[in-house]
């Protein structure tokens, strides 16, 4: 019941909506997304022939931000 209510919680962005919250282009993030480096749903019409709207989480986007974490280079001594 409780991974219910936490699916129910979850934030759904459109394409642009992403992009902006990415700062990034709509060709970027369509790239992410094709090449698995960024999760996503497509919802319409995509089984007849339409190529449906994709929409990203929330959390699709802080997990792609989180594995691009850049560390901070270690200070020499």
């Known amino acids: 019941m409780?991974?219910?209510?936490a699916q129910a919680e979850e934030t759904w962005l459109t394409l642009r909506e992403?992009?902006?919250?990415?700062r990034m282009a709509p060709k970027t993030v369509?790239?992410?997304i094709a090449a698995?480096?960024?999760?996503?749903?497509?919802?319409?019409?995509v089984g007849t022939g339409g190529?449906?709207?994709?929409?990203?989480s929330?959390?699709?986007?802080?997990?792609?931000?989180?594995r691009r974490k850049v560390q901070p280079a270690q200070a020499a001594s």
């Open 18 to 22: 992403a992009c902006d919250r990415l």
């Open 36 to 45: 698995g480096d960024l999760e996503a749903s497509r919802v319409g019409s």
């Open 30 to 32: 369509r790239k992410l």
């Open 58 to 66: 929330d959390q699709a986007i802080s997990a792609y931000m989180e």
């Open 51 to 56: 190529n449906g709207a994709y929409r990203i």
């Open 2 to 5: 409780l991974g219910n209510q």
